[in-house]
């Protein structure tokens, strides 16, 4: 019993140095603006300007300790810092590593003090489970923000026609999608007004949004605004023609779907079929399947059709997407 605690503790200490290694904001930090939140509004701009100093110094140190981390242990900060914009995640690098590190310290303890398996394979398999997991998690949130966005997208380009053919120039346009679309477009939308507000190029805010919804038609309202504010020309035209081809490929992608459905239902049945034996074998005998998590020889067998079974979903997975 005393094995267990001790390695729990362990886990929490690790995490909290982490915490305090890592962390967005220190603790002294906060406390300051503590103290002088009190103070008169001419005493506060003055310690604000101080604040801010401290706060950039702060922040620069830990953004540095945080790339440090991702440099040794993960890779590059910069790819995941823009997975995570494209997943719409208010979240730092900092944090999803703090999140993966959690849920491979879980695995490892589930593993070894639960199932009772040895502990090379719990780390092993906490590892695996910690790095993998949490990628595809992310990726999953990323292509449900992508088809989310490209289903919406085709209205918004039928509302920005809609009020160029009254006449209103093209930031008008974009106002009406950002007051009047559903999310994601809706926030993306806004996003693009606010920087135009700011004093950024129409381009180059549309083009930013490209890097947020790495999506073909996102790059191609991009492509087309570029060339129209380049070129000049009717915007009524050009965004009859945009919405004709989202359409298009909005078609597109629903027959694709229904002509990969099949490959995906056999794939989920296959799945279902094996988790319905285990579980009526397990009822029947439990010492008969109770082999894969009693004896060495069955781990070891049991973890190798795990394994085999992850490859081939991925590869009928990999099998029913397309590009178009």
């Given amino acids: ?9 362990s886990v929490l200490l690790v995490f ?4 305090f290694f890592l962390a967005p904001e220190s603790w002294t930090f906060k406390k300051r603006l503590k103290k002088y939140a009190s103070r008169s509004n001419a ?19 830990q953004s540095a300790n945080s790339d440090f981390v991702f440099q040794k242990f993960v890779g590059d900060p910069d790819s995941l810092r823009a997975k995570l914009l494209q997943a719409g995640l208010k979240i730092s690098t900092t944090e999803f590593l703090f999140y993966q590190l959690l849920i491979a310290a879980m695995i ?3 593993t070894i003090f639960l199932v009772n398996a040895s502990p090379l394979y719990g780390i092993i398999l906490g590892v695996v489970t910690g790095t ?10 990323i292509r449900k923000r992508i088809d989310a966005f490209n289903k919406l997208f085709p209205d918004a380009v039928d509302m920005m026609l809609s009020v160029t053919k009254s006449g209103l120039p093209l930031i ?14 809706k926030s993306e939308f806004r996003r693009i007004c606010s920087e135009v507000n700011l004093g950024v190029q129409l381009a180059d ?38 919405a004709k081809t989202l359409r298009n490929r909005q078609d597109l992608k629903r027959m694709i779907s229904s002509k990969s459905s099949e490959a995906k239902m056999q794939a989920k049945v296959l799945l279902g079929i094996i988790i319905f034996i285990v579980g009526v074998l397990y009822v029947m005998d439990p010492q008969y399947i109770g082999v894969f998590w009693n004896d060495e020889t069955g ?12 490859v081939g979903f991925y590869m009928m997975n990999s099998m029913t997407k397309f590009e178009y």
């Avoid at 909290?16 to 915490?19: E, G, I, K, P, S």
């Fill in 205 to 242: 805010a549309v083009g930013k949004t490209v890097e947020r919804v790495p999506s073909q038609e996102m790059a191609f309202f991009a492509i087309s605004i570029s060339i129209q504010l380049e070129t000049g020309g009717s915007l009524t035209d050009t965004f009859n023609n945009l």
């Fill in 43 to 61: 005493q506060d701009i003055e310690d604000n300007q101080k604040h801010e100093k401290f706060s950039g110094s702060i922040s620069q140190k």
């Fill in 1 to 9: 019993m005393i094995v267990p605690i001790i390695t729990a503790l």
């Fill in 108 to 110: 490892v303890c589930g």
């Fill in 132 to 141: 993998i997991v949490p990628r595809m998690w992310l990726k999953s949130k």
């Fill in 172 to 185: 008008n346009a974009l106002q009406s999608v950002a007051e009047n679309s559903l999310d994601p477009v």
């Fill in 299 to 310: 781990k070891q067998v049991g973890m190798g059709l795990i394994a085999w079974m992850a």
């Fill in 16 to 19: 909290a140095a982490l915490y």
